[in-house]
């Protein structure tokens, strides 16, 4: 059982808007930022959103973060076939003294 | 450009030992911390712990200690994971991944290796 919860699988069709949720607690996303990685099938995880809303150089604008309380989420608009992969959201704990992450969410585009 | 490059895929038995390198380019190796994640097959990511290439020192992870040995040599900018007494749940990818922390905060695990198959079976 992951101490950040998110949704075991999303999808969507091309072109749509969809949303991953990662929630937290007042240990975690409330007082600590949030980074997002993407896994695709078979490869390493790639860092995705870092510090809640920031994206590396390289990230396409179609990827955003936001936090509000003891949620994150990260957005896709104009969802491609090539974003179908697995997305984990992670946080630094305060109660656990620990790096903590979701389960992942596999995002299937339709 | 910075790249981590991992040693190639293990296949051990049970009560074995595996060292899992990781090599690191395009950065100074001791400016960022060397972070090991495991994870288990169709499982989510589980950070291990890391070691701190200036002062040598390892942290653990619960779940992460006595078996699970972090070392690296400056000289060949290469980090180690070491697993002994293997298990069948030892089975997982093993990731190695730099981060920065200083001043009280850590940057996000930026840069990421291809991941390293260790596999326990007899």
């Known amino acids: 059982q992951s101490v950040l919860t998110q949704p075991p699988s999303a999808s969507g069709t091309p072109g749509q808007r969809v949303t991953i949720s990662c929630s937290g607690s007042?240990?975690?996303?409330?007082?600590?930022?949030v980074n997002w990685y993407q896994q695709l099938p078979g490869t390493a995880p790639r860092l995705l959103i870092y510090?809640?809303?920031q994206r590396p150089s390289g990230v396409p604008d179609r990827f955003s973060g936001s936090k509000s309380g003891t949620s994150a989420s990260l957005a896709i608009s104009g969802l491609q076939s090539e974003d179908e992969a697995d997305y984990y959201c992670?946080?630094?704990?305060?109660?656990?003294?620990?790096?903590?992450f979701g389960g992942g969410t596999k995002l299937t585009v339709l | 450009q910075v790249q981590l490059v991992q040693s190639g895929s293990e296949l051990k038995k049970p009560g074995a030992s595996v060292k899992v390198s990781c090599k690191a380019s395009?950065?100074?190796?001791?400016?960022?911390?060397m972070n090991w994640l495991r994870q288990a097959p169709g499982q989510g990511l589980e950070l291990m712990g890391w070691i701190n290439t200036n002062t040598g020192t390892p942290t653990y992870a619960q779940g992460f200690t006595g078996r699970f040995v972090f070392s690296f040599d400056t000289s060949v900018s290469t980090a180690y994971l070491q697993i002994s007494s293997l298990e069948a749940e030892d089975t997982a990818v093993y990731y190695c991944a730099r981060r920065y922390c200083g001043g009280g905060s850590c940057s996000p695990f930026d840069y990421w290796g291809q991941g390293t198959l260790v596999t326990v079976s007899s």
């Open positions: 992670g946080a630094w704990d305060d109660g656990l003294n620990a790096w903590v």
């Open positions: 510090s809640n809303n």
């Open positions: 007042s240990s975690n996303i409330a007082s600590n930022i």
């Open positions: 395009g950065y100074t190796f001791t400016n960022y911390g």
